[in-house]
Protein backbone atom coordinates (compact mmCIF):
# COMPACT_ATOMS: atom_id res chain seq x y z
CA UNK A 1 0.00 0.00 0.00
CA UNK A 2 1.55 3.35 -1.12
CA UNK A 3 2.03 5.99 1.80
CA UNK A 4 2.04 9.48 1.25
CA UNK A 5 4.29 11.75 4.34
CA UNK A 6 2.94 15.26 4.93
CA UNK A 7 5.29 16.87 7.22
CA UNK A 8 5.50 20.75 7.15
CA UNK A 9 8.50 21.99 5.97
CA UNK A 10 9.86 23.51 8.84
CA UNK A 11 8.39 20.86 11.18
CA UNK A 12 10.71 21.39 14.67
CA UNK A 13 10.49 17.84 15.43
CA UNK A 14 10.49 15.72 11.75
CA UNK A 15 13.63 15.77 9.65
CA UNK A 16 13.92 15.91 6.21
CA UNK A 17 16.59 12.53 7.18
CA UNK A 18 13.02 10.80 8.80
CA UNK A 19 11.53 11.06 5.33
CA UNK A 20 14.27 9.84 3.28
CA UNK A 21 14.80 6.86 5.81
CA UNK A 22 11.16 6.25 5.25
CA UNK A 23 11.69 6.62 1.50
CA UNK A 24 14.82 4.15 1.64
CA UNK A 25 13.22 1.56 4.51
CA UNK A 26 10.07 0.89 3.22
CA UNK A 27 8.94 -1.93 1.10
CA UNK A 28 6.00 0.31 -0.51
CA UNK A 29 5.72 3.54 -2.61
CA UNK A 30 6.42 6.98 -0.22
CA UNK A 31 5.24 10.22 -1.67
CA UNK A 32 6.08 12.95 0.03
CA UNK A 33 4.61 16.45 0.35
CA UNK A 34 6.58 19.09 2.60
CA UNK A 35 4.45 21.66 3.01
CA UNK A 36 5.76 25.36 3.16
CA UNK A 37 4.64 27.24 6.00
CA UNK A 38 3.79 24.61 8.74
CA UNK A 39 5.40 22.96 11.64
CA UNK A 40 4.60 20.50 13.18
CA UNK A 41 0.83 20.46 12.79
CA UNK A 42 0.34 21.13 8.90
CA UNK A 43 -3.50 20.06 9.22
CA UNK A 44 -3.70 22.97 11.55
CA UNK A 45 -1.34 25.53 10.52
CA UNK A 46 -1.74 24.75 6.48
CA UNK A 47 -5.02 22.91 6.45
CA UNK A 48 -6.08 23.63 2.75
CA UNK A 49 -2.65 22.61 1.75
CA UNK A 50 -3.03 19.55 3.48
CA UNK A 51 -6.48 18.12 2.44
CA UNK A 52 -5.22 18.98 -1.12
CA UNK A 53 -2.15 17.26 -0.91
CA UNK A 54 -4.11 13.89 0.75
CA UNK A 55 -7.15 14.04 -1.75
CA UNK A 56 -4.72 14.42 -4.70
CA UNK A 57 -2.94 10.98 -3.41
CA UNK A 58 -6.24 9.51 -2.31
CA UNK A 59 -7.64 9.89 -5.56
CA UNK A 60 -4.75 8.59 -7.45
CA UNK A 61 -4.96 5.81 -5.74
CA UNK A 62 -8.48 5.36 -6.41
CA UNK A 63 -8.16 5.73 -9.89
CA UNK A 64 -4.89 3.40 -10.05
CA UNK A 65 -6.91 0.76 -8.71
CA UNK A 66 -9.95 1.35 -10.44
CA UNK A 67 -11.93 1.27 -6.34
CA UNK A 68 -14.69 3.24 -7.68
CA UNK A 69 -17.22 1.53 -10.16
CA UNK A 70 -19.77 3.37 -12.09
CA UNK A 71 -23.30 3.40 -10.65
Not at 43 to 67: C, G, H, M, Y
Request: proline content about 8%.
Amino acid sequence: MPVLIVQGADDQYGTVKQIEVAQEECYCPVEVALLPNARHSPQREAPEPTLKAISEFVLRLVRANDWVKAA
